[in-house]
């Protein structure tokens, strides 16, 4: 089963992996902040994650890992 997986130390909340999600299942967590002060990234259904990586290429801070 694929899964991403966000290293909040890196991300920056900037969003372009939420916009290249082909199953628009990565989002960023309104409900949390970073201690540098971001709203990082998350994934919300791990189930539907299909692995295809564009949101870890889209990335410019390296902050996603993803699985397969």
Same mark, same amino acid.
């Given at each position: 089963?694929?899964? @991403?997986?966000? *290293?909040?130390?890196?991300?920056?909340?900037?969003?372009?992996? $939420?916009?290249? =999600?082909?199953?628009? @299942?990565?989002?960023?967590?309104?409900?949390?902040? $970073? *201690?540098?002060?971001?709203?990082?990234?998350?994934?919300? *259904?791990?189930?539907?994650? $299909?692995? =295809?990586? $564009? =949101?870890?290429?889209?990335?410019?801070?390296?902050?996603?890992?993803?699985?397969?």
């Amino acid at each position: 089963m694929a899964r @991403i997986e966000v *290293d909040e130390f890196f991300c920056k909340g900037c969003g372009l992996c $939420t916009t290249v =999600c082909p199953m628009h @299942i990565v989002e960023l967590d309104a409900t949390r902040i $970073t *201690d540098k002060g971001y709203h990082p990234a998350h994934c919300t *259904d791990q189930e539907r994650c $299909t692995g =295809c990586a $564009t =949101c870890a290429t889209m990335c410019p801070d390296v902050a996603i890992k993803v699985w397969r």
